[in-house]
């Protein structure tokens, strides 16, 4: 008997601008029970340092995966010939709270990741990736990371503060959350407080690509040797929109020039195939800032080529 697996909803069937807005369309589920993958959004932003706006980026996102098709044209993925997909809605943070919403985050990821489902989140701010790590470490022990940023975000604290969007791979390797010599950073740049900034993720064994030293080129053989080097340990995928040049995604909290293009960004997410992702998210679209509602669409489009890269995708 051929599975009945979610499809999201046709152009044809309802146009493009109707409907609910959930994720590409798919039908929203309440159990991650029976699902392969799931869209999540964390409508957090009180971790940011700078611009405000995050909070909006899990509906915006939604809005503009509406026009988004099931079928991967440049890669022939088809995932939803092989997974079971649907929409899980948002996570009911505490906006007055950032540690409790913390809490409340892991607490809500843990039995999707204990279900098997794979999380592809929908941010919010970069805080949110400590909470999902946290859930991803107890299935799966620490894990190998893919981590597309402006920023390293390991800062120690920020205004005396051990939790916020710029920490969470500091609390995350001192927790243990990650295996330290399989994690690639890339797309870092900017301006610093000290030439030291970018060493110390270095001294815990991380790969640091900074996007200057990839500028005109592919990121095919990049992800190449990603792919060597992390093998078939779990994988996430953590994905901050800043890590994109702001001429293409400007609707972001803490912009930086100099960065990736479109099409690295994709490459790198299709570089990712062949990994053993086990989730991934796209964090800090702020649509405030994103007034032709361009940087939530690159988002969706970004959150899709997640999906398509998944263990267990069917590709014609």
Known sequence: ????????LGGNSMPRFG???SMMRLPVAESPLELDAAFIGVPLDIGTSHRPGARFGPRQIRAESSLIRPYNMATGAAPFDALQVADLGDVAINTYNL??????IERHYQPIVDSGCKPLTLGGDHTIVL???RAMARRHGPVALVHVDAHADVNDDMFGERIAHGTPFRRAVEEGLLQTDKVWQIGLRGSGYAAEDFDWPRQQGFTVVQAHEVWYQS??????????????APCYLSFDIDGIDPAYAGGTGTPEVGGLSVPQ??????????LNLVGGDL???SPPYDTSGNTALLGANLL?????????????
């Open 19 to 21: 409907g609910l807005a």
């Open 219 to 232: 990121l095919a053989p990049l992800m190449e040797r990603v792919r060597i080097s992390i093998g078939n």
């Open 131 to 133: 909470p999902i790590l």
């Open 1 to 8: 008997m051929t599975p009945n697996f979610n499809q999201p």
């Open 283 to 285: 964090v800090e679209v």
């Open 304 to 316: 899709f080529e997640m999906l398509c890269v998944l263990p267990g995708v069917r590709y014609r």
């Open 99 to 104: 540690q409790k919403s913390v809490e409340i």
């Open 265 to 274: 960004a994709l490459e790198i997410v299709r570089g990712c195939r062949g």
